[in-house]
């Protein structure tokens, strides 16, 4: 069973930054396309960074594009979201999502697996 765990959250001022990093395990992890997603209160979960299963693509959601930064590590079943210049809106619940066809994309229907969560509070 593959199993994600999201960490690095918390509450911070705004123009600060976080690092997010999400783990995997299981053995197939560099075939895996991953994704970040987030859920603020009373939203729809929103896409916000994914890349395919090479890393060597990258795709970012308009409202965090030159702010957040995704990228893996094969050698260590991880994810990572940095995240610069935060801003109040980016306050909510952080997802990291597997996708066992190796694509990437922004749909989150297309994603097999999801991590918990972590929360991200950013201060006015």
């Known amino acids: 069973q593959v199993q994600l765990v999201e960490s690095g959250g918390g509450l911070v001022q705004a123009g600060e930054s976080l690092r997010l990093s999400c783990t995997v395990s299981g053995r197939t992890f560099s075939m895996y396309a991953m994704g970040w997603f987030r859920q603020a209160p009373g939203k729809e979960r929103e896409f916000v960074a994914a890349?395919?299963?090479?890393?060597?693509?990258?795709y970012y959601a308009d409202y965090v594009k030159g702010r957040f930064t995704m990228s893996r590590d094969n050698t260590k079943n991880a994810v990572y979201l940095q995240m610069n210049s935060l801003k109040p809106e980016d306050t909510a619940v952080y997802y990291c999502?597997?996708?066992?066809?190796?694509?990437?994309?922004?749909?989150?229907?297309?994603?097999?697996?999801w991590g918990q969560g972590t929360q991200v509070t950013v201060s006015s």
């Open positions: 890349n395919d299963w090479s890393g060597h693509n990258t």
């Open positions: 999502a597997a996708d066992a066809n190796g694509t990437g994309n922004r749909d989150k229907r297309n994603y097999d697996y």
